[in-house]
């Protein structure tokens, strides 16, 4: 087998590791989801059996979803409520923002969760499993599965960026003008609106974004890379964050950095954040 199709079975199909990283992504697009649609979804909103069924479903499966109990059933579970929130406006009339493409981020994400086994850490289930191993005398079930999973998430943080730059790719956006349109939509009458209408922003700022686009793909797989596309990717969502009206969308990318990283080193960087010495530990402790 060619070494380079040797290296990409062993980041992606075989890849094994820490299950840390995939439990923060559940415990931060659970947090997310309840976030964006709590409100929207709350049993004062209903006005209909099925709203009512949404809701208890809702409710039921994200919260299970965030403190990890059954969560593969609750991730599941979490799922279809959220499919049924994108496809089907609700189990009713369609609500506006429920088919953006930050509520599909989201519903993607829980997705892919399946596929990982994100319950092992920071959840009820591994507090479960750590009593059920005290009481038989079993040293602590490991940290550690399969990732095939974390790797389809990270493919889906980097296709996000390459489609959407491939969408950008044209004079329209590169000559500033539909970003001036945005800008006018959001900024007029407001106190920025000078500024950030000002013919100079518009055109270096796209130009900007569309850069910063195509680096992003690349330098968050390669890992000599990510030192530097890392904090190039947050400061980029954190300036759309203050700047413009994305909802969940920036949080959510963000979040899933944590799926292009080692999860190993995530796992030894927590363990040292927590005072743990690991330079007497074993190579291979999770």
Known sequence: MPAAIRRLIDWGAELRGSTRPVALIRIGVATLALVRYADEVALFQADSPLRVLLAVWFFAAILAMLVGYRTRVAVAAASLALAGMYFGGGFGARIAGWSHHHAYLLLMSTVLLNFTPCG?????????????????GLPPPPERGALW?????????????????????????????????????????????????????????????VMVEYFLPVGLLVRRLQPIAIPIGILLHLAFYVMLPVATYSASMVLLYLAVLDPDAVHRFIDRLQGHDDRRADPHPV
């Open 149 to 209: 999973g974390q790797r389809l998430l990270a493919l889906q943080l980097v296709a996000i960026y390459f489609w959407t730059v491939i969408d950008k790719s044209n004079w329209a956006f590169l000559s500033g003008e539909r970003l001036e349109q945005t800008l006018v939509w959001i900024y007029s009458g407001r106190s920025l609106e000078a500024l950030l209408l000002s013919p100079w922003f518009a055109m270096p700022a796209a130009i900007a974004v």
């Open 120 to 136: 092992q850490s920071y959840s009820v289930d591994r507090v479960l499993a750590l009593r059920r191993a005290a009481r038989a």
